[in-house]
C-alpha cells in the first residue's frame, strides 16, 4: 500500500513537471558561443523541439529515456539556432534505444541512446563530447554547466538559440533529503546540480541535456520540481553517466541496440 501511495506521488510530481516528467529550459543563461558545445543535439518530433541530447560517437546521441515518444524521431545537429536548420546536412531520423531496465522516472535509468540513421561527418561544428568514466561528487569542487533550448522562465516559451548556465554540484545526501520534502525517494544512480545553492538550472525543454564538468559529460538532465524553475527550490537531478558506461560502449561497439 506504501508503495502505491508512493508511485502516486511521483506521478503528480511528474505531471506538475509537465508531459512525461520533462526538465526544464536553462535560468539565468546565456547563449552558448559559436564554436563551442558542438555536441548538442535537439531531439524533435514532427520538426519540434522536445528534448536535448548530445552526440557520443559518429552515429550515436545520448538523451533521457522518458523523452521517448511512439512517433518517429529526429535530431538535429550542427547549429545552435533551431531556425536556421539545413535539413539535408543536420536532420537525422533516428532508432531509439532504451535502457533495458526504464520504466519510469521514478525507477531511474532515464537514459536513452539514439541511432542516427546515418553516419554523421565531424567537423569544426560537429564534435562528440567525452563521457565520464568514473563518478563525480560535489565534493570534488569542479566547474560544471547545463545547456539547452528549453523555457528561459516560468511557464515561458522555449527559445531557437541554444543557451548554458553554471550550476553547483549538489552533495547527493543533500539532494536526497531536499526531495523527502515532496515526499519522493530519488533513485538509484543520479547526480544532482543546481536548483538550490542558486539561482540557475534547467527548465522544459531541457531534458537530455548533458551535465558537462571539466569539458566531460557526467550527467543527463532528468527532471525538477512541479514545473516550477524559480530557483532556488529543490535540486535538478541528472542520471549519472558512469553507471550506464558499459551499457553505452556495449551499444555503441555494436551500432545497433
Given amino acids: 500500500m506504501m ?38 543535439a535537439s531531439v ?5 523541439h522536445v528534448c536535448g541530447g548530445f552526440l557520443v560517437s559518429e552515429d550515436f546521441v545520448l538523451t533521457a529515456a522518458h523523452c521517448y515518444k511512439n512517433s518517429p524521431m529526429e535530431v538535429v545537429i550542427g547549429t545552435h539556432n533551431l531556425k536556421k536548420v539545413n535539413n539535408n546536412k543536420m536532420r537525422y531520423s533516428v532508432q531509439t ?39 563525480i561528487k560535489a565534493k ?27 550550476v553547483p554540484l549538489i552533495d547527493l545526501n543533500v539532494c536526497k533529503k531536499q526531495w523527502t520534502f515532496e515526499k519522493v525517494t530519488l533513485p538509484k544512480g543520479v547526480i544532482c546540480a543546481g536548483g538550490i545553492k542558486s539561482e540557475n538550472g534547467f527548465c522544459q525543454g531541457d531534458s537530455g541535456g548533458p551535465l558537462v564538468c571539466n569539458g566531460t559529460a ?33 551499444i555503441l561497439k555494436k551500432k545497433q541496440c
Fill in 3 to 40: 508503495h502505491a501511495v508512493h508511485d502516486l506521488m511521483f506521478l503528480y510530481l511528474l505531471t506538475c513537471l509537465g508531459q512525461n516528467g520533462h526538465g526544464s529550459e536553462i535560468i539565468n543563461g546565456k547563449n552558448v558561443p559559436q564554436n563551442s558545445m558542438q555536441y548538442m
Fill in 44 to 48: 524533435q518530433i514532427n520538426g519540434k
Fill in 97 to 135: 534505444c532504451k535502457h533495458p531496465q526504464y520504466d519510469k522516472v521514478v525507477s531511474g535509468n532515464d537514459i536513452m541512446l539514439l541511432k542516427l540513421s546515418r553516419k554523421l561527418q565531424l567537423d569544426k561544428k560537429v564534435k562528440p563530447i567525452q563521457l565520464a568514466r568514473k563518478e
Fill in 140 to 166: 570534488d569542487n569542479v566547474k560544471c554547466q547545463v545547456a539547452g533550448w528549453g523555457i528561459t522562465e516560468t511557464n515561458d516559451k522555449a527559445v531557437d538559440v541554444l543557451r548554458w548556465v553554471d
Fill in 218 to 250: 557526467v550527467g543527463v538532465a532528468s527532471f525538477n520540481m512541479k514545473k516550477n524553475c524559480i530557483y532556488p527550490n529543490r535540486p535538478n537531478v541528472y542520471t549519472d553517466i558512469s553507471k550506464h558506461l558499459s551499457w553505452i560502449k556495449n
